[in-house]
């Protein structure tokens, strides 16, 4: 299971650290990623990471903002994120695939989500 946690809200260009706790092993194999989701929109990417290798990846719309990275001594992988703006409101998902996809229906496992706000 993925536990997602520390979303909240903050103001634009703020920063703030979101955080997916997996309670099973992630492999070297694993990608694990984040996607995102704004009030009646469909879910989209924002982040991946090979476990293994740490290779990363970004949408072109965090790029430059946003990181991504993991902790193997406590199974978790983190989005930080910089400089935030309103259009990065959204639930934030992690999930666990087998290979890197920036599309959802190539990951087994999801988070619940965490709920990060950007005022204006």
């Known amino acids: 299971q993925l536990q997602a946690s520390g979303g909240g809200l903050v103001q634009a260009g703020d920063s703030l650290r979101v955080s997916c706790a997996a309670s099973?092993?992630?492999?070297?194999?694993?990608?694990m990623a984040w996607f995102r989701q704004a009030s009646g929109q469909e879910r989209e990417f924002s982040a991946a990471?090979?476990?293994?290798?740490?290779?990363?990846y970004y949408a072109d719309s965090v790029k430059g903002r946003f990181t991504i990275s993991r902790d193997k001594a406590k199974n978790t992988v983190y989005l930080q994120m910089n400089n935030l703006k309103p259009d990065d409101t959204a639930v934030y998902y992690c999930?666990?695939?087998?290979?890197?996809?920036?599309?959802?229906?190539?990951?087994?496992?999801w988070g619940q989500g965490t709920l990060v706000t950007v005022s204006s």
């Open positions: 999930a666990m695939g087998r290979s890197y996809s920036r599309s959802v229906r190539e990951y087994d496992y």
């Open positions: 099973a092993r992630i492999y070297s194999s694993n990608v």
């Open positions: 990471i090979r476990y293994g290798t740490g290779n990363t």
